[in-house]
Every structure is written in C-alpha cells, then in structure tokens.
C-alpha cells in the first residue's frame, strides 16, 4: 500500500515538473507616449570628451600575462596551460614580455637587487622555502598588488593551481625569504 502511495506520489510530482504557467495575453492595445526633449543650442552643448587609452607598464604587462594562468593546475616542470609550477609560471610571464629570466626558483633568486618587504612594488619577486627539509629556496611568486600594507602575488601551489595569495596568511608569511626586483 505504502509501495503505490510512492508511486503515485511520484507519478504527480514528474507530471506537474513538464507542466508550465501560461501567461495571460492583454487584449487591450498598450499606449506609449514619449515627450520630445527641445533642442539645445549649440552654445549650450557639452562636447565629448574623449579619454586617452591608458598605457600599460612593462610590469603591468608581466602581470597580466601571468593572470592569465589563473586556475592552470600545478604540474612540476610545467610551462603551459596543461600545468605550471612557481617558476615555470614567471618564466613564461616575463619570457611572453622579453624579459629573460632562469628557469628555477632558487637561480631566478640571484637575479635582480634585494630589497626590503616594505619597499616590495607591482612585478617584484618574493622567494619562499616551504620545506623544513629544504636548506634553499623552493617556491616563488610575483607581487601583483600592494594596499594597505597587504602584498598579494600570483604563483602556482602544489595543492591549487596558479592563484593569487596574501603574504599575510600564516603559511607564506613564515616561509617568506626574501624580495628582489627583477624591473
């Protein structure tokens, strides 16, 4: 009994799902009326004004080609949309912007002049050792914005893809080496 209750419960709920609302049709015709606007004078007008493209800068431009690997998964070794690690990610973004760069994390960290965490800009480097079992650095990722005293850059983490994150999370603060700029 309870067996063709369920059944037939099932029956009416598939059968009302396919069912839909008509809408009422309006028989009465709609009427619109648009009030014309006067002419202005042609002392009166405003012209246009027309707005200048807005140059990129050469560290803009490594930016943007890096962003666009967001969401790419980690695959070590990687330098393509199929997969990136930390380096490989930066090499091409530079590499794609005529700028030559190594291809690992710890030789792209003796490049370019050391700089204070407080100093970092757009396009600077930052050099992490994520590993206690690693004496050099393993990990790099490039400063894509600095606000209010929080820096956030773009890499590629083994555990999800290319991302931007902040250096105020606890993970990559304490495994912060060092910042260097490259432009």
């Known amino acids: 009994m309870l067996r063709k209750f369920c059944y037939i419960l099932i029956i009416c709920l598939v059968a009302s799902c396919g069912a839909s609302k008509k809408k009422a049709v309006q028989n009465t015709p709609r009427k619109i009326t648009v009030a014309a606007k006067p002419d202005v004078p042609k002392r009166e007008r405003v012209p246009v004004k027309r707005t200048i493209p807005i140059k990129h800068s050469k560290v803009d431009d490594v930016i943007d080609s890096a962003l666009k690997f967001s969401g790419v998964r980690y695959k070590f070794g990687g330098t393509t949309k199929k997969g990136m690690d930390c380096s ?67 890499h590629a983490s083994s555990s999800r893809g290319v991302i931007v994150s902040s250096l105020r999370e606890g993970y990559w603060n304490s495994a912060f080496i060092k910042a260097t700029r490259i432009l």
């Open 88 to 154: 490989g990610l930066l090499y091409v973004a530079f590499g794609e912007n005529d700028i030559k760069l190594p291809r690992t994390s710890y030789h792209m960290a003796e490049e370019g002049k050391n700089i204070r965490v407080g100093d970092v800009e757009k396009g600077d480097l930052l050099f992490f050792k994520t590993s206690k079992r690693s004496k050099r650095i393993n990990h790099v990722g490039m400063v894509v914005s600095v606000k209010n005293d929080e820096i956030k850059f773009v």
